[in-house]
Structure formats: structure tokens, C-alpha cells
């Protein structure tokens, strides 16, 4: 069955809720007239409904039947501050609140939070530091994870050869520690997509073919991440070459049971990431899919402000599976 295909039979009709800050952009309301004519996701609408509806008409989508919620005529707008104040734990008072719940991104996160929705997609028209910052600030990460992190999952061809690259998306230079968490997420991630995870901590180095503290700290991620999650095959340091092809695998890392075989690339540095599945997508012809966020207590995606409705489509596909994860 195709990525897609598996990802749809795993949430159609299960009425998740979704929602999306960026309601008046017609990539948006494209992408989410489709969710919810397939029975995918069940979208909710942020904005003004005038404004909404004048943009859902001027791109010929029926919205009548979609729920849309205004942040400035919310009839649980009092619950939403009383509770913002309370997760913010004594850095926003009630009327810093009532202003900056105002702002799309944190009056769909809080939604999401509540328990309102399941989760959010955002991004199209938004930065980065604009739909992470406030999932960092109310969502937060999951018990033992320090950190979110962005995956992308990489798709070649017919036959669906599929690959998982993070962090690509966030973390400048992570520790050895917040590597070893991106590892252990990365896994998780994986097999939502029904990849087998067999994860390659990569360096320039192979097993110990250099000498470098930006290889030490790769060595010792890899220790971390193994007694931090022994149920999955984590190995490293791996070169690129020794991780993906067996017959390299063979000569560099013959003991390894992931070298040759690694489904999880794991990067060392965010520049080395972001190079590297660009590389693999311009070069190699890959659908590069994400960032996907790991590590959050309820799934909150990033979109690209290039994104198509296509992209949208599918991210939103793709967070909505993320529900279930822990499920």
C-alpha cells in the first residue's frame, strides 16, 4: 500500500479535529475542503467568517457546513485566558493574555491544547519561529524530551522507497543528549510511516576512522541513544556511504547491523541536515515531505510559506496520523 494510501485507512473517519490558523489562504482552504470531503479530518477554520467565506468563494468552496472560530467573538474566550495564564505559570498576566491570544498561532495552539482540537497545521503565511513558539510555550515536550526536532520524510519513486532525515529543521547544534533524543523521536516517527527503523547517527567519520570532538559527540549520542531506547537498532558513528550502502557497509562497519541498511538518518548538526535532504531531493529526486515536529506532547506542523495545496493536503494527513501515535 503507498505511504499516503496507509496514512489515509489509518485516520478516515475517525473524526479528527484539525485546525488552521491561516483560513483566509486559498492553499489552505483547498487542502482543507478536500480533508474533510474524504472524511480525512474534520478542519476547523480560524478567522473572521466574513473574511472566510469571501475567500472560500472567491476560490469556488462551499464552507457552510465548516466550523470556524474568531478569536475576537470566542464564547470560551474567558476559559481559553484563565488557562493560558495558568501554563504560562506567572510569565503573562490576564490582559498580556487577551492580546496575545489574538494572534492566530496561539489561539489555534491553545485549541489544540484544550483539547478543542487534536492538532494544528500552520506556517503557509507564517514563519517558523511564529507556529513553534508558541507549541514550545503551551504544548511542550514530552516527559524525557528536552527539545523538539523536524524529520523529513524522504519518497522515491513508485515502489515508495522511503527514508527518514532529522533534525533538519531546528536544532543548530544539538548535545550529544538532544541528539540522542532526536534519535529516539526519529524512530518513533518512523514507524508511523510504516518504516522500519534501523537509525544511523552520521558523521565523517566510521567507527572511529577519525579523530574529532564533533565525532566524539556523535559517539557518545549513540551511547545515549541506545540505553535510552535498546528496543530500536541505533548505530554510530556512520559515514553516508557506510549507513546506506551495503557493499561500503561491509568494508567500513562489518559488525553493524544498521550500516548498509539504515531506513533513519540522524544528522550531527542542523547545517549538515538541511544541506543534506536538500541535496537528496534536488539531486536525487526525493519528495521531501515535513518538517514533521517530534517530540511534542500533541502533534503541531510547519509549513513552508512555498507549500501548494498538495503539501498542505498531505502535512495534514500526516499530523492528523500523528494523533494516534499514542493512542
Request: charged share 25%; glycine share 6%.
Amino acid at each position: 500500500m503507498e505511504l499516503f494510501e496507509s496514512l489515509k485507512f489509518k485516520i478516515v473517519r475517525r473524526h479528527i479535529k484539525i485546525v488552521f490558523p491561516e483560513a483566509t489562504d486559498p492553499r489552505i482552504l483547498g487542502a482543507a475542503s478536500r480533508l474533510r470531503s474524504e472524511e480525512l479530518v474534520e478542519p476547523v477554520l480560524i478567522g473572521n467568517p466574513a473574511e472566510i467565506e469571501k475567500a472560500a468563494e472567491a476560490r469556488g468552496i462551499n464552507i457552510a457546513n465548516f466550523e470556524i472560530l474568531d478569536p475576537e467573538n470566542y464564547d470560551r474566550w474567558d476559559e481559553m485566558v484563565e488557562a493560558f495564564v495558568e501554563r504560562r505559570n506567572g510569565k503573562a498576566t490576564k490582559e498580556q493574555a487577551e492580546e496575545i491570544l489574538k494572534d492566530v498561532n496561539y489561539f489555534g495552539t491553545m485549541l489544540t491544547y484544550m483539547g478543542i482540537t487534536e492538532g494544528m497545521v500552520s506556517g503557509a503565511i507564517h514563519s517558523t519561529g511564529d507556529t513553534v513558539r508558541p507549541a514550545l510555550q503551551i504544548i511542550k515536550t514530552k516527559p524525557g524530551v528536552s527539545r523538539t526536532s523536524g524529520a523529513f520524510l524522504m519518497v522515491r519513486g513508485r515502489d515508495q522507497e522511503k527514508y527518514l532525515f532529522s533534525d533538519c529543521a531546528i536544532n543548530v547544534n544539538p548535545s550529544a543528549q538532544e541528539l540522542a533524543e532526536i534519535a529516539v523521536d526519529s524512530a518513533k516517527t518512523a514507524e508511523l510511516f510504516d518504516i522500519d527503523p534501523k537509525v544511523a547517527m552520521l558523521s565523517f567519520s566510521t567507527k572511529g576512522s577519525a579523530k574529532a570532538p564533533e565525532v566524539d559527540k556523535v559517539v557518545e549520542a549513540t551511547k545515549i541513544a541506545q540505553e535510552l531506547a535498546p528496543e530500536y537498532e541505533i548505530d554510530g558513528e556512520l559515514q553516508f556511504d557506510a549507513a546506506y550502502i551495503s557493499a561500503v557497509a561491509q568494508l567500513k562497519a562489518p559488525e553493524s547491523e544498521v550500516a548498509g541498511k539504515a531506513t533513519v538518518f540522524v544528522f550531527p548538526d542542523l547545517q549538515s541536515g538541511n544541506i543534506g535532504y536538500k541535496i537528496a531531493q534536488r539531486f536525487g529526486n526525493f519528495e521531501a515531505i515535513g518538517p514533521i515536529l517530534q517530540g511534542l506532547n500533541k502533534p503541531i506542523s510547519d509549513l513552508s510559506r512555498g507549500s501548494n495545496e498538495e503539501d498542505v493536503y498531505k502535512l495534514s494527513i500526516i499530523t492528523a496520523a500523528q494523533t494516534l501515535m499514542d493512542k
